[in-house]
């Protein structure tokens, strides 16, 4: 009978041997990386439950009612062109091609309202002197609701009926510009298209869409029920990607479905077949050769290309104080 148990142990690991050679092969650690990351995804899942969870039970609050401080009176005058810029502060100076995009606008004619969203007490926010003259306004903001929200922020400063021809939304993840005469030209080109909103590139994540980074909204659409109404009701989300979800990517079909017109400056110049991926980072040497005078910040500090990215910067970027890693420190205004 012993005997019979034997082998009847025998056949049973002989055949679980066959069994398992007829089927893949994965290793222990394999396994357990896999699991890993699967319990990773379900804990993302979980938080982003969590997360739309507070959308519905708890809705937040609106974009203006955020603490802030008015550190720069806005002006009373009628201006053509005005441009609400995002940036984010960790530290009390300001990055340091925000303050000099910020100023190139100013000598192209574009007037700036400055938004700093921070977690910094407001008054230790440092607005270099030279800069702080030619602001048409500035605000200093509790950092929450990332960039949609301080630009909805700033929106509800103003009156939009003051500016005449053109809005522009821009946030500090686009570092630059790279080249002056670069950039006049694009806004030569902004100028004269007939579009009723711009952008400067399309990604193509869930569909094709502008990306937020820098927005242009012409007369017709600034100046109609449509866009105020959307500036004036949005909220400041708790996470990123639920002001990705929400705002950027649905923007765009939005405004189509209004009726109004959009176009990217640097449209697709990919070669690649579908699913194409966001050229702001993957083909960044194409559009700086086809004009586009800035670099993601995030090329800078995340891509494998970084430090060929870095050599287009001027040196005082390079040497901030805080590094580069500083620039990267956008994460609470920029998509």
Not at 52 to 72: I, M
Not at 78 to 103: G, R, S, W, Y
Not at 136 to 150: K, Q, S
Not at 231 to 246: A, E, H, L
């Amino acid at each position: 009978m012993g005997g019979d148990k034997r082998s009847l142990r025998t056949r049973y690991k002989t055949f679980r041997k066959r069994l398992l050679s007829m089927m893949p092969f994965i290793r222990r650690s394999r396994h357990e990386r896999i699991v890993a990351r699967v319990d990773r995804y379900l804990r993302l899942e979980r938080k982003s439950n969590e997360m739309f969870g507070f959308l519905f039970f708890a809705p937040p609050a609106r974009a203006d009612s955020a603490r802030h401080t008015v550190v720069v009176p806005l002006r009373a005058h009628v201006t053509d062109e005005l441009c609400i810029f995002v940036t984010h502060a960790a530290a009390p100076q300001l990055k340091a091609h925000v303050v000099d995009h910020v100023m190139a606008l100013c000598d192209l004619g574009v007037e700036v309202l400055l938004v700093v969203n921070t977690d910094l007490e407001p008054g230790v926010i440092d607005i270099p002197a030279t800069m702080k003259c030619r602001l048409y306004g500035g605000m200093i903001r509790r950092n929450i609701g990332f960039d949609f929200a301080a630009w909805a922020h700033g929106y509800a400063l103003i009156d939009p009926q003051a500016v005449r021809r053109r809005l522009y939304l821009i946030n500090d993840s686009i570092v630059g510009p790279l080249d002056d005469e670069a950039y006049q030209l694009l806004l030569r080109r902004i100028r004269d298209s007939s579009a009723d909103f711009l952008g400067l590139t399309c990604n193509p994540d869930s569909h094709e869409h502008l990306q937020s980074f820098y927005l242009v909204f012409n007369e017709a659409l600034l100046h109609s029920p449509v866009f105020d109404g959307f500036m004036r009701n949005v909220v400041n989300m708790p996470s990123k990607q639920t002001v990705v979800d929400t705002y950027e990517i649905w923007l765009t079909p939005f405004l189509v479905r209004q009726g109004f017109s959009g176009e990217a400056m640097f449209p697709n110049l990919s070669r690649e077949p579908a699913p194409r991926r966001d050229e702001s980072l993957y083909n960044w040497r194409q559009l700086v050769a086809a004009g586009f005078p800035f670099v993601k910040a995030k090329v800078l500090t995340e891509s494998p290309e970084a430090e060929e990215a870095r050599g287009l910067l001027p040196e005082r970027y390079r040497s901030m104080s805080t590094g580069m890693k500083s620039i990267q420190q956008h994460k609470k205004t920029s998509s």
